[in-house]
């Protein structure tokens, strides 16, 4: 055995034991260095990404209410009418938005730094620094009554590329330029939301990764002798040598 975290028979012979099954004694051949370098790397892997993990899966019910939040505002008023804005499928919203609502949003906000300092956000780090935040700028759109709430989502989700949180520089300068050419709003938007699709495809695949990696380890490490490393992950689902057979292969 190598030390590779992939499920592997180990063949490298060193000490040798015995591991009982339901039905025969298998004499099997075990580095017990190999052993203590997977045990070692599963404790790095495991506990060294845990905190991470945790931290990551738990921004998922996050993102997934502010999927559900989005989708129940295909019908609330007020709502425009007339010329759409074409926005890409992609986008993942419940209906197109109509220009007459992006382009009040536009109007209503006249200075970033303005309305950060008139809607502070309590206990909110960035919002002392001056950023805005999308807590700020659903309040002060909320605040004019002939706001869209699905277009003032739409051009913060245009304006900040990751989370609810953009620089007020960057942020102004943004709306000058959708307030000259919605061409440019439709581009961030798809942008921004192709970006955080990305990056939840990037984190599962780690995430996943990383499972996969401990696992390994801890096959080589505490159980190397398991037939249902052979064909895994479809072996856990099977009678004798899914998890429950395990424990007749513990070293």
């Known amino acids: 055995m190598t030390g590779s975290w992939a499920f592997q028979v180990p063949t490298t012979p060193s000490t040798t034991r015995h591991a009982a099954t339901s039905t025969t004694l298998t004499a099997t051949q075990v580095d017990v ?11 790095i892997w495991f506990f060294g990404a845990s905190g991470a993990a945790g931290i990551a899966r738990g921004a998922f019910p996050r993102m997934y209410n502010n999927v559900v939040q989005t989708q129940a505002l295909k019908d609330v008023e007020p709502m425009g009418s007339g010329e759409t804005l074409g926005i890409s499928p992609l986008v993942g919203y419940p209906r197109d938005l109509y220009v007459n609502d992006v382009q009040q949003v536009l109007k209503n906000v006249k200075s970033v730094e303005g309305l950060v300092n ?33 277009a003032v989502r739409a051009v913060m989700d245009a304006l900040a590329q990751s989370g609810d949180v953009v620089d007020p520089d960057n942020a102004q300068d ?25 990056s939840i495809a990037v984190l599962l695949f780690l995430l996943g990764l990383g499972d996969v990696v401990a696992a390994g380890h801890a096959y080589h490490g505490w159980f190397p002798d398991w037939p249902g490393a052979q064909g895994f992950p ?14 007749q292969y513990w070293i």
């Open 234 to 247: 479809w072996t856990l689902l099977d009678a004798e040598k899914g998890l429950s057979s395990i424990p």
């Open 33 to 43: 260095n190999d052993v203590e370098t997977a045990r070692t790397a599963f404790y």
């Open 174 to 198: 943004k709306l000058n330029a959708y307030q000259q050419d919605l061409n440019l709003f439709k581009a961030d938007l798809l942008k921004n939301k192709l970006v955080g699709y990305s």
């Open 118 to 150: 008139k809607y502070p956000v309590d206990n909110n780090m960035w919002s002392k620094s001056g950023y805005l935040t999308w807590s700020a700028f659903e309040q002060a759109n909320a605040a004019n009554k002939k706001t869209n709430p699905l």
